[in-house]
């Protein structure tokens, strides 16, 4: 059975920096497209970084620069370096793993405010 779970929100002054961590198990995420997306109140869900299986990285434009998806594969874990951090970033952050389905994670919240 395939479980994500994502760690590593919580809350940030605009400017702040977090790391997300998404860790897999019932699968390996080598080779694999995974991607983090995320969901903000009243919005729907919306893209923000993707690595293909090939390695190939894909950003949303909004966080272009700011944002650094990457992978372990040796800990069967992704990550979202996330800088610059700005209130309109506040949102539930869900990664995602593509194995002919997509799985998803069970969210973590990241608020960004002063």
């Known amino acids: 059975q395939v479980q994500l779970m994502e760690s590593g929100g919580g809350w940030v002054q605009p400017g702040g920096s977090l790391r997300l961590t998404c860790a897999a198990s019932?699968?390996?995420?080598?080779?694999?497209?995974v991607a983090w997306y995320r969901q903000a109140p009243g919005k729907q869900r919306e893209f923000v970084a993707r690595?293909?299986?090939?390695?190939?990285?894909d950003y949303a434009d909004s966080v272009k620069g700011r944002f650094t998806i990457s992978s372990d594969d040796t800990k069967n874990t992704m990550y979202l370096q996330m800088n610059s951090l700005k209130p309109e970033d506040t949102a539930v952050y869900y990664c995602?793993?593509?194995?002919?389905?997509?799985?998803w994670g069970q969210g973590t919240q990241v608020t960004v405010s002063s």
């Open positions: 995602a793993c593509v194995l002919g389905v997509v799985y």
């Open positions: 019932g699968t390996s995420v080598s080779g694999k497209t």
């Open positions: 690595i293909y299986s090939g390695g190939t990285t």
